[in-house]
């Protein structure tokens, strides 16, 4: 059974950091295609960032930054330098693929708050 496990958000100011973490089980994690979406109030889930491949979306780059630790089954999204338009549920991905078809498994997701 495949499971994710988001953490690490929370309320931050503007100009600050969070490191969100996604801890993968079940699956072969060094294998997986590991994302983060957004989804922030009245507005379409977006992808941000996806691993292999990097920051997906223009407002972030140069900002957020995923990484991955194969050893941990463990994917990361630092942020850096945080805008009030931020503010979202964070949501964790793995997509596995097997004898060529794709399974996607989602996070319970984390909010995240920019605001003074």
């Known amino acids: 059974q495949v499971q994710l496990v988001e953490s690490g958000g929370g309320l931050v100011q503007p100009g600050g950091s969070l490191r969100l973490s996604c801890a993968a089980s079940g699956l072969t994690f060094s294998t997986s295609i590991m994302s983060w979406y957004r989804q922030a109030p009245g507005k379409e889930r977006e992808l941000v960032a996806s691993s292999p491949g990097g920051t997906k979306i223009d407002s972030v780059k140069g900002r957020f930054t995923i990484s991955r630790d194969n050893a941990l089954n463990t994917v990361y999204l630092q942020m850096n330098s945080l805008k009030p338009e931020d503010t979202a549920v964070y949501y964790c991905?793995?997509?596995?693929?097997?004898?060529?078809?794709?399974?996607?498994?989602w996070g319970q997701g984390t909010q995240v708050t920019v605001s003074l």
């Open positions: 991905k793995a997509v596995i693929v097997r004898r060529g078809l794709s399974t996607a498994y």
